[in-house]
């Protein structure tokens, strides 16, 4: 054994054995550009600089790993917060300076990120190294905020992103109890799906909503066979496969587009020796029938007081806009009185336009700041460049959007007289879908009596 303030004798060591050491461990952090610096630290250190009134710092390269993780100390996590910044902290509050100011951020936002990042400093088990999204993600919990944080921290260069998809949570709650074989063959179908291939057959990646409806089809399917003794998805025959389909409906359709996926993805892996989805034919998808609304609810959403909420509702009804197509609008895009979609370019209605003249004035009065370029922003997208989410603002409006759409395309396909090509032009439609709407000119239901909502006579010029 090593004595104490004497160097070790490797010849006697030897003799008996090896003692053991763990390399590039630090005995204590002393942050950079105060006092003497740690040998770690030195490698990496540099002089706080101002460059376009940023400051510049360097993360570390190395990261002390732990044993295990102890939850934080409240009392000890309060005091920490409280000392002097270090050359990392002046970093980010310089980026936070300068993003929150083009961004038109609040005092309070700007606060409250800065207190988040110093809570994040505290809770660093390698103080000045980057930080994981992971980390961010649990400030809510003690007292902090995250999206904003992670928006500072991802320009400052100071974010590793290890987020897991929600699809991956999803994939792994509903094959915790599947055979081990099983469940390794659905892992490599599921990173096909969402990363794709570059290896031959090449495969491009698929949109995660895609393979959540495909689990959410083969759920209940997968377990059958499991209890059933299936150990692997090669045991899996044509036979098998049918008789575990469901009879009819969207439950079908959903089925057979998962496992179609899946045993397609297997095989192209070698995973599986026989696709037993090949040739056979699909299911037809049970196509709804396209119906009114009530003419008072659109009334009551388009004379709203919500600026928001009556042009969006007013650009669905008038000229039938998608609500993915809303998400994405930009300012630019409406010039002149005509909004430009893509390779379509749309003449706006009048109470169209009068709804956008009063919501441009209710959005310049309050985010004058903004540099989001979307048309439509909120509370949360304001101070940043990022588009709303598809359910703003019809939560607000009480309405779907897609039922809105549909009603304003019924309107005009009985007001045309079951003119296809018409509907084809002013709505981008297909041949197909537009058919939907064409057939519902026989159907008992809507022969007899007006259809439609008058949407014209319901909006107040």
Same mark, same amino acid.
């Given at each position: 054994m090593?004595?104490?303030?004497?160097?070790?004798?490797?010849?006697?060591? $030897?003799?008996?054995? %090896?003692?053991?050491?763990?390399?590039?461990?630090h005995?204590?952090?002393v942050?950079? @550009?105060?006092g003497?610096r740690?040998?770690?630290?030195?490698?990496?250190?540099?002089?706080?600089?101002?460059?376009?009134?940023?400051?510049?710092?360097?993360?570390?390269r190395?990261?002390q790993?732990?044993?295990?993780?102890m939850?934080?100390?409240?009392?000890?996590? *309060?005091?920490?917060i409280?000392?002097? !910044?270090?050359?990392m902290?002046?970093? +980010?509050?310089?980026?936070?300076?300068?993003?929150?100011?083009?961004?038109?951020w609040?005092?309070?936002?700007?606060?409250e990120?800065?207190?988040?990042?110093k809570?994040?400093?505290?809770?660093? !088990?390698?103080? @000045?190294a *980057?930080?994981?999204?992971?980390?961010?993600?649990e400030?809510?919990?003690?007292g902090?905020?995250?999206?904003?944080?992670?928006?500072?921290?991802?320009?400052a260069?100071?974010?590793?992103?290890?987020?897991?998809?929600a699809?991956r949570?999803?994939?792994?709650?509903?094959?915790?109890?599947?055979?081990?074989a099983?469940?390794?063959?659905?892992?490599?179908?599921l990173?096909?799906?969402?990363?794709?291939?570059?290896?031959?057959?090449?495969?491009?990646?698929?949109?995660?909503?895609?393979?959540?409806?495909?689990i959410?089809?083969?759920?209940s399917?997968?377990?059958?066979?499991?209890e059933?003794?299936?150990?692997?998805?090669?045991?899996?025959?044509? *036979?098998?496969?049918?008789?575990a389909? =469901?009879?009819?409906?969207?439950?079908?359709?959903?089925?057979?587009? @998962?496992?179609?996926?899946?045993?397609?993805?297997? *095989?192209?892996?070698?995973?599986?020796f026989?696709d =037993?989805t090949?040739?056979?034919?699909?299911?037809?998808?049970?196509?709804?029938?396209?119906?009114p609304?009530?003419?008072?609810?659109i009334?009551?959403a388009?004379?709203?007081? /919500?600026p928001?909420?009556?042009?969006?509702?007013?650009l669905?009804?008038?000229?039938?806009?998608?609500?993915?197509?809303?998400?994405?609008?930009q300012? &630019?895009?409406?010039?002149?009185?005509?909004?430009?979609? %893509? /390779?379509?370019?749309? =003449?706006?209605?009048?109470?169209?336009? &009068?709804?956008?003249?009063?919501?441009?004035?209710h959005? $310049?009065?309050?985010?004058?700041?903004?540099?989001?370029?979307?048309l439509?922003?909120?509370?949360? &997208?304001?101070?940043?460049?990022?588009?709303?989410?598809?359910?703003?603002?019809?939560?607000?409006? %009480?309405?779907? =959007?897609?039922?809105?759409?549909?009603?304003?395309?019924?309107?005009?396909?009985?007001a045309?007289?079951g003119?296809?090509?018409r509907? +084809?032009?002013?709505?981008g439609?297909?041949?197909t879908a537009?058919?939907?709407?064409?057939?519902?000119?026989e159907?008992p /239901?809507?022969?007899?009596?007006?259809?439609?909502? $008058?949407?014209?006579?319901?909006?107040?010029?």
């Amino acid at each position: 054994m090593k004595e104490p303030g004497r160097a070790v004798d490797l010849a006697t060591v $030897s003799r008996n054995g %090896q003692q053991l050491y763990l390399a590039n461990l630090h005995h204590t952090y002393v942050p950079r @550009g105060k006092g003497k610096r740690s040998r770690g630290n030195a490698a990496d250190a540099e002089h706080l600089q101002h460059h376009s009134h940023v400051a510049q710092f360097t993360p570390l390269r190395w990261r002390q790993l732990l044993l295990f993780r102890m939850p934080p100390n409240q009392g000890a996590l *309060k005091r920490r917060i409280t000392v002097p !910044d270090t050359e990392m902290l002046t970093y +980010c509050d310089s980026v936070l300076r300068d993003h929150a100011a083009r961004h038109g951020w609040s005092k309070k936002l700007t606060n409250e990120v800065k207190r988040s990042l110093k809570l994040l400093h505290a809770l660093q !088990d390698t103080p @000045g190294a *980057k930080i994981h999204a992971s980390d961010v993600l649990e400030l809510p919990r003690i007292g902090g905020t995250a999206l904003s944080t992670l928006e500072i921290l991802a320009a400052a260069d100071l974010l590793i992103d290890d987020r897991t998809l929600a699809v991956r949570h999803y994939f792994a709650k509903h094959t915790a109890d599947l055979p081990p074989a099983m469940v390794s063959q659905l892992q490599t179908w599921l990173d096909v799906m969402i990363e794709g291939s570059r290896q031959a057959p090449r495969r491009r990646a698929r949109h995660p909503q895609t393979a959540h409806l495909h689990i959410l089809g083969m759920n209940s399917i997968l377990r059958t066979w499991a209890e059933e003794g299936y150990q692997s998805l090669a045991e899996v025959s044509r *036979k098998d496969f049918v008789a575990a389909l =469901p009879a009819r409906g969207a439950h079908r359709n959903f089925a057979e587009q @998962g496992f179609r996926s899946l045993f397609k993805v297997l *095989k192209s892996q070698k995973m599986i020796f026989i696709d =037993p989805t090949r040739g056979l034919p699909i299911t037809p998808v049970s196509a709804t029938v396209p119906l009114p609304l009530d003419s008072e609810a659109i009334r009551k959403a388009l004379n709203s007081p /919500d600026p928001a909420v009556a042009l969006a509702v007013a650009l669905v009804a008038f000229h039938a806009v998608t609500s993915p197509q809303l998400a994405a609008m930009q300012l &630019t895009d409406v010039r002149d009185g005509r909004l430009t979609l %893509q /390779d379509r370019t749309i =003449p706006l209605a009048g109470p169209v336009l &009068t709804r956008l003249s009063a919501y441009l004035d209710h959005r $310049s009065k309050t985010w004058p700041a903004t540099l989001n370029a979307h048309l439509f922003i909120n509370r949360k &997208t304001a101070p940043r460049t990022t588009p709303v989410s598809r359910n703003f603002p019809w939560i607000a409006a %009480q309405l779907k =959007p897609q039922a809105l759409r549909e009603d304003r395309i019924l309107q005009e396909i009985h007001a045309t007289g079951g003119d296809v090509r018409r509907i +084809c032009d002013l709505f981008g439609l297909s041949i197909t879908a537009a058919l939907r709407y064409a057939n519902t000119l026989e159907h008992p /239901d809507l022969a007899n009596g007006p259809i439609g909502n $008058s949407v014209a006579s319901s909006a107040d010029h």
